[in-house]
């Protein structure tokens, strides 16, 4: 599938019924948007209606658009030529199948070769603190591994060039290198958070209010300093977290 993609969100309504005050945002590959806003303000509702590929047909109205046209409806039923992969909120595997199965599984109905197993599960080590061991059954994986885990599939395994992610922060893996792992494929990304390391990674977020989308912020020169900074800090956090977890005292580390 070619990554020379053009993803559009046309305004819809908000709660009220009122219109978008963004009318029109368009998103390439390599692009990441974020989306933020209080709760209930619609944000897991906009990445729905991306979900969905919404053509007016949903309660926001919004239409999205995938090269300036309405979406093929094969797009979104066959997996080899899924368009869209996704986080989510809350991450359950329903199958009790072991990683390697899982993954062999997934590379087979997308036509690939077994040999991308390993590299899944190598990435997705290097997303996370508790390795993740091939024979072990999904069912089993921490939230922090399964994210890893899906993290890294969608990087390796799916074709699909357009990543939605709705709150991975909570998650405890490496969150800036899955983002930037993802956009290094390629791969339009678009994720819901207030964590200020990733909505500052995103070249501009979308602001949400009342079910609407408000305001689009980009990203300034100094925004991305301060990024960089909370980067550091972040950084310094994990390292502290990790070392409690470990059973160890953080005087070295401070
Ligand atoms: N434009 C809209 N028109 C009608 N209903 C909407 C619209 N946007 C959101 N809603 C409704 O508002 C409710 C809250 O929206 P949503 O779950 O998207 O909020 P959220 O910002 O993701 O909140 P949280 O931060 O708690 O996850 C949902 O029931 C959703 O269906
Ligand atoms: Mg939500």
């Known amino acids: 599938m070619t990554t020379d993609i053009k993803l559009t969100i046309r305004g819809g309504i908000d709660k009220n019924g009122l219109p978008d005050k963004i009318t029109e945002i368009n998103i390439i590959p390599g692009d990441i948007v974020g989306i933020v806003g209080p709760t209930g303000s619609g944000k897991s509702t906009l990445i729905d209606d991306i979900e969905q590929l919404a053509q007016g047909d949903t309660p926001t109205e919004r239409i999205v658009l995938i090269n300036d046209e309405k979406p093929d409806i094969n797009l979104r039923v066959d997996p080899r030529q899924k368009l869209i992969a996704q986080l989510s909120q809350n991450m359950h595997f329903l199958a009790d199948m072991t990683v390697r199965e899982f993954l062999a599984m997934h590379a087979r109905s997308r036509g690939k070769g077994p040999e991308l197993v390993e590299k899944v599960i190598e990435l997705a080590n290097s997303l996370t603190g508790e390795p993740i061991y091939e024979d072990e059954h999904l069912t089993v994986l921490s939230g922090g591994q399964s994210r890893s885990l899906m993290t890294a599939d969608i990087a390796v395994i799916s074709d699909s060039p357009i990543v939605l992610i709705d709150e991975i922060e909570n998650a405890g893996i490496k969150k800036q290198d899955a983002l930037r792992l993802l956009t290094g494929e390629g791969k339009i990304v678009v994720v819901v958070t207030h964590d200020p390391v990733l909505a500052l990674m995103a070249s501009r977020r979308i602001v949400m209010k009342n079910g609407g989308m408000c305001d689009i912020i980009y990203t300034s020169e100094a ?32």
């Open 223 to 254: 925004e991305k300093d301060i990024c960089n900074k909370v980067i550091e800090v972040d950084d310094w956090f994990m390292s502290l977290r990790e070392t409690i977890r470990q059973g160890n005292s953080v005087e070295e580390v401070a």
